[in-house]
C-alpha cells in the first residue's frame, strides 16, 4: 500500500554530498563528478563549507542552507565528522545515508565508538544508513552513482550486493566490456545499520531488478539472512559467491559431528534451503544469471549432449561426472527417430556425435529430438569449425529451437575467427553461448541446482513430524537436572534418556560401579556384552581405551572392567569416570553402521547432520549437512547426498535396510533441534541400521542454558511451520471452520478466494482493481516465513473439497515491535463475525511475537471494516497521506 522503507536510499527524489569537492582524485570529488555524469533527474547539492562552487554547482556551507528537502545523503568527510553531520541531517528531515568514510568499527575502540555515536543520531531521527567503509550506491536507471567507483554502469535487470568494494568495481569494470547491465548496486560496507535482509527485501518489490546476484564475506543476523534470502528466491532467481570457504583453524571438538562440519558446510546447506544457487567465480556469477534468466524451465539434472566431434563430446562429459550431473539416457523413441535422419556411423547414444560433416539441418533434427525426449532435462550444443560446417546456419537453427521449447538449450561453439558471427547472434538473441564445453556443463549444474533447491525452499516442516508426540518435558528435565549440576556434557545414559523421550530406539544400558556389580549386570542382560567407559569428559572412548566388546563370559566382564578403569587412569587421568556402562552386544549381521549429530553453527543455529559411522567416522568424512526442521522429502535429499546412501540398498548378499527406520530417526532428530533449544551438539554413533530396523548403540549430547524467549523457536535460521496456531471455530449456524496458518500449497485456493471476491471487496482489500493474482503475487502470499509476517486462513470443506472463506495477515515492521494487517472475508460470510474471530487470532499470534502495536490502512469507504476495528478497540484518524484513506492501530 505505501512505498518502501527504503526507497529513500534506494531511489531518492534528490541528494547532498558532504565532501564534494573539486579536488582531483579526492573521494568526494569522484562521488559528485559520478552523479553529475549519471545525469541524476533529482536535486543535487554539494556540502562544503571552503567552497561556493564544486564542479560548477553551487556549494552548501551546511544542509540547513538547502532549502528544499533532501532524502539522500552521501558522507565522504573524516569520520570524527559524521555523527554531527547525521545530527545535521536528521534536523533537516533526511531520510537515508550513505557512509562511504572509513575508519570507524574496523579500526577499533575508537572507531566502534564513533560508529555508536553515528548509529544512536541516526536511530533518533529514523535515518537509514549504508555502510560505514563502502564504495556507494547505484541505480543506473534513474541516473544514481554515490559511489567513488571509476565510471558508472550499464541499466539493466542484474541487481548486485557486495560486502566488497574492490569486487563491485572489478566487476564493473567487467561488466562494461560484456555488456551487462544493472538495475542496483550496493557495497554494503560495514553494514552497520541496513543489511543484506533489508536491501534485499527491497529488491524484492523492486520492479526494476529480475535476478539478483550476491558477494558475501560474513552473516550476522541469520534469521533475517534467511528469511529475506527465502523471501527473493521464491520471486526471483538469487545466485551468490560465499568467500572464506575453508576455515583456517578450529576449535577443539567436544564431537564428532563438530570435527565433521566446518562453517561453510552449514552455509551451503543453508543456501540451498532457500533455494539458491551458489557459484565460485564471477564469471560463473555472470553465467549463471544469464541462464536462469533466459526463460529456461530446469527440470532436473539429466543433460545431453549434441556435437559434431567426438573430443569436446568426451570433454563434456567428463566434467558432467565431476559435476554429480546424469548423462541423460535417451529413450528408444529418440535412439529411432535419430537413426532416422543421422548417418550411420553416428554415435547412437549419448553425447550424440552427429559428425564432423553435419550440416544445420542434422542440428535441428537432433537437437529437437534431445529437447522433446522425456529422459533429457537439457541439452548442450557443441560445433568445431570443420571444412564443410557453417557454424552461423546451424547458429540460427539452434537458437530458433531455444525460442520453441522451455527446456534448457545450452551452446558451445568452439573455435575463433569461424565462429565469431555466431556468438555476435547468440548475445543479440540472449542466449548462453560458451567457448568450451567445461563451463557450459558448469552453467547446467547451476540451472540444476536452481530447479533442486527450489523444491527444497517449497518445503514448510511442522515441528513434530509423528503423530506419536515426544515426551518434551521428560527430555528437559534430564538437560536441567544436568545443568544444575553445572554439567554441559550430559552421561551416556542421560544422552540416552533424551532420546528415548522423542522415541528413538536405543541399546538398553545399564550402569556398573564395581566388577560384582558389572558381572550382576551382564548376567542379567545375557551374555554376550559390550562395555564402554560412562564419562562426560571422554568423547572418543575408543581412543582413551574405554571400550570392551564382544564379551561372552563372567572371567570376561571382570577383566575388562579393570582393563577399562586402568586405562582411563593411564590415558585421560583427569577424566570424571561415573562407573562402566554395559548394555548387550549388538550383533547385526546386515547392519550398516551411521552417524547422525547435530551441531550449533555460530551464524544458522543448529545443523543435522548424517552419514557413514563407526570409530573411522572422521577418516572416512562421510558427513552431509541440513538446516531443520525437516520432513521426509528433506530427510530423504539428507540421506541421497552421501556415500553411504550406496550400501543401504541391497548389497552383496546383505537385503536392503529398512528406510523408513532411518527416515524416522531423522524426523525425531529434528523434532529434538525445534522442541530443545539447550541443545547445542548431539552425537548418536554408530546407528546400526538392518532391514528390521534402527538401534542407538551410542550417543552424547552436549547442552547449554538458553534464556527463554517469547519466540519458541528463535534458535533456529528457518522458522518451522506454526502448528500451534491451528485451531478449530463453529459458527452460530454449525458450519464447522479451520483457522489455520498458510502453506504453499494453497495457492490454488487463494487464487480462487480471490477470483470469487466481489469487485467492491477486491478493491477494499487491494485498493486498486485486482481482477486475478498474479503467480508472483500468489507466491508472496502463500509462501511467507513465518518468523516475520503471519497469515491464517479460515477454511471449511464443502463436498469434500476445501474452501477459503476469509485470511487475515501482517508482516512486521522494520522497528520489531509493531506490524501492518491486512483483512479479507468472502462476500457471503460477512455479519458472521469470522473477520472479528479472524482478527482476535491474528493480534494474539502477533502479542505471542513480542509485537506491541498492530496498524492497518482503511478505505474511508470500507464502512464494515471501519466498525469493526470501533468495535475491537482501534484508534481511527485520517491519514496524513491521503485523506480517503483511514489509518487504524490498537496497542496490542
Known amino acids: ?116 555515536q553515528v548509529l544512536v543520531n541516526a536511530a533518533r531521527y529514523g535515518i537509514r544508513l549504508i555502510g560505514p567503509n563502502c564504495l556507494g550506491v547505484m541505480r543506473p536507471s534513474i541516473g544514481l552513482n554515490a559511489t567513488f567507483n571509476n ?56 520492479s526494476n531488478t529480475q535476478s539478483i546476484l550476491l558477494y558475501i564475506e560474513g552473516i550476522r543476523e541469520s534469521r533475517r539472512f534467511m528469511s529475506s534470502l527465502r523471501a527473493a528466491a521464491r520471486v526471483k532467481p538469487v545466485i551468490l559467491i560465499k568467500v572464506g570457504r575453508h576455515e583456517a583453524g578450529s576449535k577443539a571438538a567436544m564431537s564428532h559431528t563438530a570435527s565433521l562440519v566446518g ?66 539416457n535417451l529413450s528408444d523413441t529418440t535412439i529411432t527417430r535419430l537413426n532416422e535422419v543421422l548417418p550411420p556411423n553416428w554415435s547412437h547414444g549419448n553425447p550424440v556425435d552427429i559428425i564432423g560433416d553435419a550440416q544445420a539441418d542434422r542440428y535441428q533434427h537432433a537437437v529437437a529430438a534431445c529437447l522433446e525426449d522425456p529422459n533429457v532435462d537439457g541439452v548442450l550444443t557443441i560445433l568445431t569449425p570443420q571444412a564443410m560446417t557453417k557454424p552461423l546456419e546451424a547458429a540460427q537453427v539452434v537458437i530458433e529451437l531455444a525460442n520453441k521449447y522451455s527446456k534448457p538449450l545450452l551452446t558451445c561453439w568452439m573455435g575463433e575467427t569461424q565462429v565469431a558471427e555466431s556468438r555476435k547472434l547468440f548475445a543479440h538473441s540472449k542466449k548462453p553461448n560458451f567457448r568450451t564445453p567445461e563451463p557450459a556443463v558448469e552453467v547446467f549444474s547451476y540451472l540444476s ?62 550402569v556398573a560401579r564395581s566388577p560384582n556389580e558389572a558381572l550382576l549386570i551382564a548376567q542379567q542382560l545375557g551374555f554376550p556384552v559390550a562395555m564402554k ?48 556402562s554395559i548394555q548387550p552386544m549388538i550383533v547385526k549381521a546386515n547392519g550398516r553402521e551411521l552417524m547422525v549429530g547435530v551441531i550449533c553453527d555460530p551464524v544458522f543455529g543448529p545443523v543435522i547432520t548424517f552419514g557413514a559411522g563407526g570409530t573411522m567416522v572422521e577418516v572416512m568424512g562421510d558427513a552431509q549437512v ?28 546383505m537385503p536392503p535396510v529398512n528406510m523408513e527406520a532411518l527416515e524416522s530417526v531423522l524426523l525425531r532428530v529434528s523434532e529434538m533441534v525445534c522442541e530443545l533449544p539447550m541443545l547445542t551438539e548431539m552425537d548418536i554413533n554408530p546407528l546400526i541400521l538392518d532391514e528390521h530396523g534402527v538401534l542407538a548403540a551410542d550417543a552424547r549430547v552436549v547442552v547449554e542454558f538458553k534464556q527463554p524467549s517469547a519466540d519458541r523457536y528463535s534458535h533456529m535460521a528457518i522458522y518451522p511451520y506454526p502448528t500451534h496456531l491451528v485451531n478449530h471455530w463453529q459458527l452460530a449456524d454449525g458450519m464447522d471452520i479451520t483457522i489455520r496458518p498458510i502453506r504453499p500449497e494453497d495457492a490454488e485456493l487463494v487464487q480462487e478466494f480471490v477470483r470469487n471476491l466481489s469487485e467492491q471487496s477486491r478493491f477494499f482489500r487491494f485498493m486498486n482493481s485486482v481482477q486475478e493474482l498474479s503467480q508472483a503475487m500468489l507466491v508472496r502470499f502463500t509462501q511467507i516465513d513465518y518468523s516475520r509476517e503471519m497469515a491464517l486462513i479460515a477454511v471449511t470443506e464443502i463436498q469434500g473439497k476445501e474452501v477459503e472463506l476469509g485470511v487475515a495477515r501482517f508482516a512486521i515492521n522494520p522497528d520489531g515491535e509493531s506490524c501492518e494487517f491486512a483483512l479479507a472475508i468472502a462476500d457471503n460470510m460477512h455479519g458472521k463475525g469470522l473477520g472479528q474471530r479472524l482478527m482476535t487470532t491474528l493480534m494474539e499470534s502477533a502479542k505471542a511475537k513480542g509485537l506491541k502495536v498492530i496498524e492497518g490502512e482503511v478505505l474511508k469507504n470500507n464502512t464494515d471494516m471501519l466498525h469493526l476495528m470501533d468495535r475491537m478497540g482501534f484508534d481511527v484518524c485520517t491519514s496524513e497521506d491521503d485523506d480517503s484513506i483511514k489509518a487504524v492501530r490498537k496497542v496490542l
Not at 188 to 194: E, T
Not at 286 to 314: D, M, Q, Y
Not at 463 to 486: N, T, Y
Open 626 to 653: 541440513t538446516l531443520p526442521p525437516l520432513n521426509s522429502f528433506l530427510a530423504r535429499d539428507l540421506i541421497n547426498r552421501t556415500n553411504v546412501s550406496r550400501l543401504l540398498g541391497a548389497f552383496r548378499h
Open 533 to 580: 567407559v560412562n564419562s562426560r569428559d571422554i568423547t572418543h572412548k575408543s581412543d582413551a581405551g574405554g571400550v570392551k566388546l564382544n564379551l561372552g563370559n563372567a572371567q570376561a566382564v571382570r577383566a575388562a572392567y579393570h582393563e577399562i578403569t586402568e586405562n582411563i587412569k593411564k590415558n585421560r587421568p583427569g577424566a570424571h569416570m561415573d562407573g562402566i
Open 449 to 510: 541446482d536452481y530447479y533442486s533447491n527450489q523444491k527444497l525452499l517449497m518445503q514448510m516442516p511442522e515441528p513434530l513430524s509423528h503423530h506419536v508426540a515426544p515426551d518434551v518435558e521428560g527430555a528437559r528435565m534430564v538437560i536441567e537436572g544436568a545443568l544444575m549440576d553445572k554439567r554441559k556434557v550430559l552421561s551416556e545414559m542421560e544422552s540416552k534418556a533424551v532420546l528415548a523421550a522423542f522415541h528413538i530406539p536405543v541399546a538398553q544400558t545399564m
Open 263 to 328: 562453517s561453510d558446510d552449514a552455509f551451503d546447506a543453508a543456501v540451498r534451503r532457500a533455494g539458491v544457487v551458489r557459484v565460485e567465480t564471477v564469471t560463473q556469477l555472470f553465467s549463471a544469471a544469464k541462464a536462469l534468466s533466459c526463460g529456461f524451465h530446469p527440470s532436473g539434472n539429466r543433460l545431453a549432449i549434441v556435437t559434431n566431434g567426438g573430443g569436446p563430446g568426451v570433454m563434456a562429459t567428463d566434467r558432467a561426472s565431476d559435476l554429480g550431473l546424469v548423462m541423460a
Open 1 to 116: 500500500m505505501s512505498k518502501h522503507y527504503l526507497t529513500s536510499l534506494f531511489s531518492p527524489s534528490s541528494v547532498a554530498v558532504f565532501g564534494a569537492s573539486d579536488r582531483v582524485d579526492s573521494v568526494g570529488q569522484i562521488v559528485f563528478h559520478n552523479m553529475l555524469e549519471g545525469g541524476f533527474k533529482g536535486g543535487l547539492y554539494p556540502i562544503n563549507s571552503r567552497v561556493a562552487e564544486v564542479q560548477g554547482c553551487k556549494a552548501y556551507a551546511a544542509i540547513s542552507e538547502i532549502e528544499a528537502e533532501v532524502e539522500l545523503v552521501v558522507i565522504a568527510t573524516p569520520p570524527k565528522t559524521v555523527p554531527d553531520i547525521i545530527e545535521e541531517c536528521g534536523k533537516h528531515g533526511v531520510k537515508a545515508a550513505v557512509i562511504i568514510t572509513a575508519g570507524f568499527g574496523e579500526i577499533g575502540a575508537e572507531g566502534q565508538e564513533l560508529e555508536r
Open 151 to 206: 565510471g558508472g554502469a550499464n541499466a539493466g535487470n542484474l541487481a548486485l550486493v557486495s560486502q566488497s568494494g574492490a569486487l563491485c568495481t572489478a566487476i564493473l569494470d567487467w561488466a562494461q566490456i560484456n555488456d551487462v547491465g544493472f538495475s542496483s548496486v550496493v557495497s554494503m560496507g560495514s553494514s552497520a545499520d541496513v543489511d543484506f535482509g533489508e536491501t534485499l527485501d527491497y529488491l524484492v518489490s523492486d
